[in-house]
């Protein structure tokens, strides 16, 4: 059975950091592209970043030079670190793995940036 299990959310206040953690079970992360993507009330779920293979990363202009997304392959996990969090980062924040015949979701964390 696949897992992906998100930790590290919280309550941060603005000009915080916080670490995004996304553990796998029953896939090697390795062969997959990782994202983590965002969901706040309302809106529609964006994608914040990713990561291929080969560690090629992308990420979404309002977190460039404040997120920093990264993968341990011997610990099987990616981590997401959020730096100078900003209100507007507040959301759930969900773990994806991607490959050519399918993909995999975590069950989210909640990330809220407030005073």
């Known amino acids: 059975q696949v897992q992906l299990v998100e930790s590290g959310g919280g309550l941060v206040q603005p000009g915080g950091s916080l670490r995004l953690s996304c553990a796998a079970a029953g896939i090697r992360l390795s062969i997959y592209t990782m994202g983590w993507y965002r969901q706040a009330p309302g809106k529609q779920r964006e994608l914040v970043a990713s990561i291929t293979p080969v560690s090629s990363t992308n990420y979404a202009d309002s977190v460039k030079g404040r997120f920093t997304l990264s993968r341990n392959n011997a610990e099987n996990t990616v981590y997401l670190q959020m730096s100078s969090l900003k209100p507007e980062d507040t959301a759930v924040y969900y773990c994806?793995?991607?490959?050519?015949?399918?993909?995999?979701w975590g069950q989210g964390t909640q990330v809220t940036v407030s005073p």
């Open positions: 994806n793995a991607d490959l050519y015949n399918g993909q995999y």
